[in-house]
């Protein structure tokens, strides 16, 4: 079992804008930071945006900031990535991912991966 599922994912065009769930299976990482991650084809997979347990504490890498935002919600045990103004060079695969260590672990790897979600920005 795959413990974070993403879905969401899909072809748009640029300046469009597309929202990317998260949501946890079997548990609910309970005192996690959560975020997001992508991979480009021939690039390494980099941060793109983490929240912490408390929902106080947002990072985002500079080259989406002002464009993207996180959230998450308790009840639903899904976290969220609101995608606005996509630009080609935002091809990826989406991950999600959880680090019980918190946010800033979390900029750099992860205790647990969803399987990731394909977005694909045409120009």
């Known amino acids: 079992q795959v413990p974070l599922v993403e879905s969401g994912g899909g072809l748009v065009q640029a300046g469009g804008s597309l929202r990317l769930s998260c949501a946890a299976s079997?548990?609910?990482?309970?005192?996690?930071?959560m975020g997001w991650h992508r991979q480009a084809p021939g690039k390494e997979r980099e941060f793109v945006a983490t929240?912490?347990?408390?929902?106080?504490?947002?990072n985002y890498r500079d080259s989406v900031k002002g464009r993207f935002t996180i959230s998450r919600d308790y009840a639903k045990n899904t976290v969220y990535l609101q995608m606005n103004s996509l630009k080609p060079e935002d091809t990826a695969v989406y991950y999600c991912?959880?680090?019980?260590?918190?946010?800033?672990?979390?900029?750099?790897?992860?205790?647990?991966w969803g399987q990731g979600t394909q977005v694909t920005v045409s120009s």
């Open positions: 991912a959880a680090d019980k260590r918190g946010s800033v672990a979390l900029t750099r790897g992860g205790d647990y």
């Open positions: 079997g548990r609910t990482f309970s005192g996690y930071a």
């Open positions: 929240i912490s347990w408390s929902g106080d504490i947002l």
